[in-house]
């Protein structure tokens, strides 16, 4: 009997030990679950992440204008999402009546020889006014402009994340990691989008955090913090995903910063910042927002916030006016399903409208000012009533954006 309870007890550390430190046959173990749960779920084995449900009462076809006197009616919606058919991503390009008319295959293999491949889900999106479109890789480390047929024009190693927001020069903004999207060697970046070339880095760590004993603190940190390489652990306490350049068309509407100041997300502290092109933090506030993205400067003066609100209910768009603090919701009158715990971006349209893109319901939404959701877009997996598929992004293009609107010959 006690030979049987020592055999029993050295399995169980056995057991501890081989999760714990995640030897063999842990992983083997956990995607063997994962196949079968999945096939038993779907029918299929899509990658982790990339199958989602969708809201009761979702349309199950791609595009519907529910009231097309209340759409923005014009220009273009470009979406980056899981293309079922190809078995790969692509971006898609709609009219203001949600008909399908271009689509850029996106598909790191045409891109890279390496070996990683499908389980690495393109994150930031930014299509041009020539036709050509750029995306980013989070877990891959792979940045690319591809022409209208998704053939890369040029592409670098290195990990270009979460998003992509024009400045006023013409160049791009976006975050950089030395190693990693998700390791604490960060840096705010400015890229050349016909060449991909640097413009401007400012190192996170020595231009902001550690610039001075009082800006380390605004980060919980203090100044002598030893910041550690991106292999190390903890790797993510920060989790730096958005910065946008406030415009000179807004600048009138936000007198307490400069155009050219940038708006920053750090979704691990709850923190939004404004700071200067050197890295002088001007605002800053955590919360109320949980874990949040895109934050955006809007023409009323306030900053517009993708509050995933992880472990809550729903998530939400919250409105804060810098000079007062004053906090709103920037979608009154909605109340539809609209949770994603992780991404998510949203963009306010001329018309007052708001497009939102809600990734973990395979779906983005244009609701009117008022709240009613006047149009709905879904990545319906093919023949199936209660699941969507992967939707990583949305914006909407104005009318005459496009030098010529994007065409693949052939």
């Known amino acids: 009997m006690a030979g049987l309870a020592l055999l029993v007890l050295l399995s169980a550390a056995l057991g501890f030990s081989v999760a714990h430190r995640q030897l063999w046959p842990y992983v083997q173990i956990l995607r063997a679950q994962y196949i079968l749960y999945t096939l038993w779920t779907y029918g299929d084995v899509p990658a982790a992440g990339r199958r989602h449900l969708a809201p009761s009462g979702a349309a199950r076809v791609p595009a519907v204008i529910h009231d097309p006197d209340?759409?923005?009616?014009?220009?273009?919606?470009?979406?980056?999402?899981?293309?079922?058919?190809?078995?790969?991503?692509?971006?898609?390009?709609?009219?203001?009546?949600?008909e399908l008319v271009h689509t850029w295959p996106v598909d790191e293999m045409a891109i890279t020889d390496r070996a990683e491949h499908h389980e690495n889900a393109p994150h930031a999106m930014e299509v041009l006014p020539d036709g050509t479109a750029l995306v980013s890789f989070d877990w891959l480390g792979l940045i690319a402009r591809l022409d209208a047929c998704g053939d890369p024009?040029?592409?670098?190693?290195?990990?270009f994340h979460h998003a992509f927001s024009p400045a006023a020069d013409g160049g791009i903004w976006t975050w950089y990691g030395a190693?990693?999207?998700?390791?604490?060697?960060?840096?705010?970046?400015?890229?050349?989008?016909?060449?991909?070339?640097?413009?401007?880095?400012?190192?996170?760590?020595?231009?902001?955090?550690?610039?001075?004993?009082d800006s380390a603190l605004l980060f919980s940190m203090y100044p002598d913090f030893p910041f550690v390489p991106d292999d190390a652990r903890p790797p993510d306490i920060f989790h730096p995903n958005d910065v946008e350049e406030l415009l000179?068309?807004?600048?009138?509407?936000?007198?307490?910063?400069?155009?050219?100041?940038?708006?920053?997300?750090?979704?691990?502290?709850?923190?939004?910042?404004?700071?200067?092109?050197?890295?002088?933090?001007?605002?800053?506030?955590?919360?109320?927002?949980?874990?949040?993205?895109?934050?955006?400067?809007?023409?009323?003066?306030?900053?517009?916030?993708?509050?995933?609100?992880?472990?809550?209910?729903?998530?939400?768009?919250?409105?804060?006016?810098?000079?007062?603090?004053?906090?709103?919701?920037?979608?009154?009158?909605?109340?539809?399903?609209?949770?994603?715990?992780?991404?998510?971006?949203?963009?306010?349209?001329?018309?007052?409208?708001?497009?939102?893109?809600?990734?973990?319901?395979?779906?983005?939404?244009?609701?009117?000012?008022g709240g009613s959701v006047v149009a709905e877009f879904n990545n319906v997996v093919p023949g199936s009533p209660d699941y969507n598929d992967d939707f990583a992004n949305a914006k909407w293009l104005p009318a005459g954006y496009f030098e010529t609107v994007p065409a693949c010959p052939g």
């Open 179 to 213: 190693g990693s999207a998700y390791g604490q060697m960060q840096a705010i970046l400015k890229f050349d989008p016909l060449t991909g070339e640097d413009l401007t880095r400012i190192d996170f760590r020595d231009d902001i955090v550690l610039r001075s004993p």
């Open 248 to 369: 000179p068309e807004l600048a009138p509407a936000f007198p307490m910063f400069e155009a050219g100041d940038l708006l920053i997300s750090i979704r691990e502290l709850d923190m939004v910042a404004v700071i200067t092109p050197s890295g002088q933090i001007k605002w800053h506030q955590h919360g109320p927002w949980l874990k949040q993205h895109d934050p955006d400067f809007e023409a009323d003066g306030t900053i517009a916030v993708y509050n995933n609100s992880r472990d809550r209910p729903r998530s939400s768009i919250i409105a804060v006016d810098p000079a007062t603090g004053a906090v709103s919701n920037a979608a009154p009158g909605f109340d539809g399903p609209f949770k994603s715990a992780y991404r998510g971006k949203h963009q306010v349209l001329p018309n007052g409208n708001r497009l939102i893109t809600i990734p973990e319901q395979g779906q983005a939404i244009e609701i009117a000012a």
């Open 70 to 98: 209340s759409v923005i009616g014009e220009g273009h919606y470009a979406f980056l999402a899981w293309d079922a058919p190809r078995a790969a991503y692509s971006i898609f390009l709609r009219d203001a009546s949600g």
């Open 153 to 159: 024009i040029w592409s670098r190693e290195g990990f």
